[in-house]
Structures are given as structure tokens and as C-alpha cells.
């Protein structure tokens, strides 16, 4: 099994990104790709005119994509299960798949956070759902990737990380087009850290904005986030050079500045005086930040690890406080060296 290309792939999770990856697979020669949607209505639109309006809008879908919601239909005689839904689902999802996956399937995540009661990265979900065994033929993807440039072909390049260097090649094989360039890293947890936590960075990010503060404080609330980033990932053993890479600095950057970023948006709003709540409620889509807050700022004192801009975003989130008093408090912490980890 482990010399056969991977063309048989299940999607579980039919919003944006799921969407995109599923497509980008499906119009490539020789994949069968088959996608789940867990609202009846999406389902219903991909399976008739090939487009998912509420997720993915303005974009025409592969005509090989197969889409279903039941996960029987959905995984039947496939290699590889894609899960690409939000991290607040994820164990209860792959709960659900578990009686359909046979032993020799290989499963792989594109789901960036943290597990709120648990404090575990997707990884560590998937070993205690599925069993060690699994992380043999596991791998997850990570680095900058708006779903929306990646349906329109934008020129992309992400990283695939596995701890079993001869699949991680056939993944990375799979992934890759001519727009859709794909490096491989042995870095597991350090691929999920950057990705999750890059989302709480973003907010605070988006905060800055929303404050008129300037591009000199986005710049520093980047280069210092990622210094929290880097912390927190050496501590729990990640490799420090991920977060100079796609899945670190990469992911980061992309989602502080670009338009495009929930996480941003959500900042911006709650920088202008908006509440979670009335931001939340005027949109389908998940901003992974907002719970991903919580449990990286809980993960920081569970790993005695200083991560000040967190904690600011979690204060604000989910304790009322002040922005503008938030950075004071960040501005007027004792000075430090720049390198003291």
C-alpha cells in the first residue's frame, strides 16, 4: 500500500476551504474525489449546479466532484480522508467517521485550532479517537492559503507535514498543480501550532487596525506574535525554523494583513467597538481565532509559557476588556531583551 499514488479521496467539510481543496483535487486527471456537507442545502446545490454560493460563492465546481452527506457514501473504497471542518466539530466529526474508516486508510487534516476542553492540537484529537496506529499514514496541511485565491488558481505554495516521510511524499505528490505548490516537513505539531495560533495573532491584529494605530504596530504585533508562536511551539518540541517557514511566518503574515482573513475582520470590528457577538451573528463563516483564543491562552499556563499578546486577545474576547487599555498594558510591560525566549 505504501508505494500506491493516493486517487481515491474523501472531503469531509464542504465550507470554504474543504470546498477549494476538494475542487483543486477533482480537476486533477486520474482523482476521484468525493465531498461531504453536513447542510442539506449545500449538498443538494453542488449535487445539481456544481456551486456552494454559501461558502464558496462565485466559483463553478469541477463536474467530477461528487458530493453526498451521509459518510458511507462519501468514503466508500477511499484511500484517503481530507477532514477540513472547524475545530469545534472536529472530535465529534471524526467520531462519526470512525466505525466507516477501515484500517488502511490514511487520514489528514486542513483544520486549524486548538480544542477548547482539552488544550489538544487536531493531531492529538485524531491519536486519541483513532489510536497510534494512525499517525503512520497521518498528515496535515498548513502555510498561507486564502480558499478563495486557491479556487481562482492563484499561485499558492503550503506545506504538508508528516512524520512518515515516504507518505508524506504521495500527499505531497497529490496536492500539488501548476498553481498549487505543495513542500513537505516532518514538523507536525509545529505545522498545527502556527496555523492555530496565527488566528488569535490576526485578531489582535485586526484590533490594531480598527484603532487607526498605524502599519508600525501591525508590524510589531506580527513580529512579536510570532516570537509568542515560536515560544510556545519550541516548549511543546516543535522545530524553531516551521515558524520562519510557510506554516509559520507565511500563514501569519497572510492572515494579519490580507482582506480576505476572518480573523483580521473579526479584529477590526471589535477595534471599532463591536462586540464577539454581534460580529459572529452576521456571518456563516468560522473565525477559528475567537475560540482558539481561549485555549492557547489556557495551553500558555498549562506550558508556563509567556505569551502577553494572547492573553490581550483573550481578555478582550472573553473578559470585556478595554482594547485601547489592552495595549497600554502591552506598551508598558517591563523592557526585555528582543531575543529572550
Request: charged share 20%.
Amino acid at each position: 500500500m505504501a508505494d500506491v499514488e493516493l486517487t481515491k479521496i474523501a472531503v469531509i467539510g464542504a465550507g470554504s476551504w474543504g470546498t477549494a481543496l476538494a475542487n483543486l483535487l477533482a480537476e486533477k486527471e486520474g482523482v476521484d474525489v468525493a465531498l461531504w456537507a453536513r447542510e442539506k442545502e449545500v449538498y443538494e446545490e453542488i449535487k445539481a449546479i456544481h456551486t456552494n454560493h454559501l461558502f464558496l460563492p462565485d466559483v463553478q465546481l469541477a463536474p467530477t466532484l461528487k458530493c453526498a452527506c451521509r459518510f458511507d457514501d462519501v468514503l466508500h473504497e477511499k484511500q484517503l480522508v481530507l477532514l477540513a471542518v472547524p475545530s469545534h466539530v472536529f472530535r465529534e466529526v471524526l467520531q462519526g467517521l470512525k466505525p466507516h474508516l477501515t484500517p488502511d486508510m490514511s487520514v489528514m487534516m486542513a483544520t486549524k485550532g486548538i480544542e477548547n476542553d482539552s488544550l489538544m492540537i487536531m493531531s492529538q484529537v485524531v491519536e486519541a479517537v483513532l489510536g497510534p496506529r494512525v499517525l503512520t499514514r497521518f498528515a496535515c496541511l498548513g502555510g498561507p492559503s486564502f480558499a478563495t485565491e486557491v479556487s481562482r488558481k492563484f499561485p499558492t505554495a503550503v506545506s504538508v507535514a508528516c512524520k512518515n516521510p515516504s507518505h508524506g511524499e504521495r500527499v505531497q505528490r497529490l496536492f500539488s498543480t501548476g498553481f498549487f505548490r505543495v513542500y513537505l516537513s516532518g514538523d507536525v505539531v509545529g505545522t498545527q501550532l502556527g496555523g492555530a495560533l496565527k488566528n488569535v495573532i490576526a485578531i489582535a491584529a485586526g484590533v490594531s487596525d480598527g484603532l487607526n494605530f498605524g502599519h508600525n504596530a501591525r508590524a510589531a504585533l506580527i513580529t512579536r506574535g510570532l516570537a509568542e508562536i515560536t515560544r510556545l511551539g519550541v516548549k511543546m518540541g516543535s522545530n524553531p525554523h516551521t515558524f520562519a517557514g510557510l506554516a509559520g511566518m507565511g500563514d501569519l503574515v497572510l492572515t494579519c494583513t490580507g482582506d480576505l482573513s476572518r480573523n483580521r475582520t473579526v479584529g477590526l470590528q471589535v477595534g471599532k467597538g463591536k462586540t464577539v457577538h454581534e460580529i459572529t451573528a452576521r456571518t456563516n463563516m468560522v473565525a477559528e481565532g475567537i475560540k482558539t483564543a481561549k485555549s492557547a491562552y489556557q495551553l500558555s499556563k498549562k506550558e508556563n509559557v509567556s505569551m502577553p499578546i494572547v492573553q490581550q486577545v483573550y481578555e478582550i474576547l472573553y473578559e470585556n476588556k478595554d482594547p485601547q487599555q489592552a495595549v497600554r498594558e502591552l506598551m508598558s510591560r517591563d523592557l526585555k531583551a528582543e531575543l529572550d525566549y
